[in-house]
């Protein structure tokens, strides 16, 4: 059967690395001077088409994207790419207009991503959603923070949207278990290499599909060894951004400022409570234990366990510097930041 994208795209001959892609969409001029579209590694294209032939059947899927730990290396960029590349098959092969925006189809925190999943999938369902830098909630499964289990409650929701979730994060080994090896199809790790005279070059990757993903990650994991497992392909992109330059730069810029003061005042809230339990101590006469079992009588959703009010305390010691207050436990202890110290009451 004839597919209807063939007239847009271009390839030297059917050995060639890259096909080009989306020529409709990108005119001569807009990344090559003699060829319309941006290239595509072949390979990665065809795994891009396995997942547009079959995502109309009821499915979903989501794609990472990481970097072997290091940021501005073009992980943002191959994911404009292949947002693109499905949002623009979508229309020639499915029929499906879709929105293809930063504002629309990019976040850059978790509160976000659920807000403009449930969005976009509701109005949009086939849309592709970026979540562009999503180690900032997800990496560290041990320090799970609010947002985080927002994210992995809306990754474990979002398959009635039939949607190509993309996260982009700096490591992959960060992930939490369920979302690195289950909920996930592929993972593609964007790296750069020096060149003949050790210049810097941006847009090499090494894709990783199911069962090559799950091997790497458990044999991996530990030493954060990137080859521990061999990848299933290489190839490489282009330096290309398929959405508005612009219009992302200004909307990332904004999205860490807003991180920074959401940060600023969880610092102030945190060393606020610090504060408190030394008054509690010291002018109420309460024990550690005996806080907790106070504090438990009035909680809602969670009880506090046993592990973490010291766990709070050995933190703050080393955050504020604060060799001042003798809690009569050792503040140099080692921490397993895995367990959240909190119990649900349901």
Not at 64 to 81: F, H, M, N, P, W
Not at 265 to 276: I, L, P, Q, V
Request: glycine fraction near 6%; aromatic fraction near 14%; charged fraction near 30%.
């Amino acid at each position: 059967m004839e597919d209807p994208r063939d007239k847009y795209n271009y390839e030297d001959n059917d050995e060639s690395v890259n096909v080009w892609v989306c020529g409709d969409w990108f005119p001569v001029g807009s990344f090559s001077k003699t060829i319309a579209g941006f290239p595509m590694n072949r390979l990665l294209k065809k795994q891009m088409d396995y997942l547009i032939q079959n995502v109309v059947d009821d499915w979903d899927f989501t794609l990472l994207i990481c970097g072997e730990g290091e940021v501005r290396i073009g992980k943002s960029t191959l994911a404009q790419q292949l947002s693109t590349y499905w949002t623009w098959s979508m229309l020639h092969l499915h029929k499906k207009k879709l929105p293809h925006s930063v504002k629309e189809n990019m976040v850059f925190t978790g509160q976000d991503l659920i807000v403009r999943g449930n969005k976009l999938g509701r109005n949009n369902p086939y849309s592709t959603l970026i979540f562009d830098e999503a180690g900032a909630d997800l990496e560290g499964s041990k320090t799970m923070k609010q947002t985080t289990q927002a994210v992995r409650d809306y990754l474990r929701e979002c398959g009635q949207y039939n949607m190509l979730n993309i996260l982009v994060l700096p490591e992959f080994f960060d992930l939490p278990k369920g979302v690195a090896l289950s909920r996930s199809i592929a993972m593609i790790n964007v790296y750069w290499l020096p060149d003949e005279n050790g210049k810097f070059e941006r847009g090499f990757f090494k894709f990783y599909n199911k069962p090559d993903k799950k091997k790497l990650y458990l044999f991996g994991k530990k030493d954060l060894d990137y080859n521990a497992q061999q990848e299933t392909f290489y190839g490489q992109f282009p330096r290309f951004y398929t959405y508005d330059e612009k219009e992302y730069k200004l909307a990332k810029l904004e999205a860490l400022k807003n991180r920074e003061q959401t940060g600023s005042k969880e610092r102030k809230f945190n060393e606020f409570a610090y504060s408190m339990l030394k008054i509690v101590r010291d002018k109420l006469g309460f024990s550690l234990d005996g806080t907790r079992k106070e504090l438990n009588k009035y909680t809602i959703n969670y009880k506090i366990t046993e592990k973490y009010i010291p766990r709070f305390i050995i933190k703050m010691v080393r955050t504020l510097k604060d060799n001042s207050f003798d809690w009569e436990m050792d503040t140099n202890e080692e921490i397993d930041d895995d367990e959240t110290g909190e119990d649900s009451k349901d």
